[in-house]
């Protein structure tokens, strides 16, 4: 999966965050365990898709997101992939309509995902 979405994406490693949130790495796999982020492996190494974080701090709406996903049975990759993936419903990715401010309207496609 994360292939698919690789070759558009950038990433941050958890080293790189460690530096950019100021955290040791048992925390910031403690932000990806609790779903404030989300994480993929690419070639083998765990990154965090960098539209995730804004400023010094992950994307405050992300983990809602997150969360409606994993319980519609999507998988962390899965989860990963919708987000970065063009919707039709949205007319973009859902995660540009997050940084946008358009929480609500993510959380309306998610729902439908549920049935």
Known sequence: MAENIARDASYYTIPELVE?????????????????????????????PTEFVQDDHPLPPLRGTLL?????GFSDDEAVEWLMTENEELGERPIDSLLAGRKSAVRRATQALAF
């Not at 950019?20 to 965090?48: S, W």
């Not at 409606?68 to 519609?72: N, R």
């Open 20 to 48: 950019l949130f100021a955290l040791t790495p048992g925390k910031i796999r403690r932000l990806i365990e609790d779903h404030q982020l989300a994480a993929v492996r690419v070639d083998g190494v765990l990154c965090v």
């Open 68 to 72: 409606v996903l994993l319980d519609a």
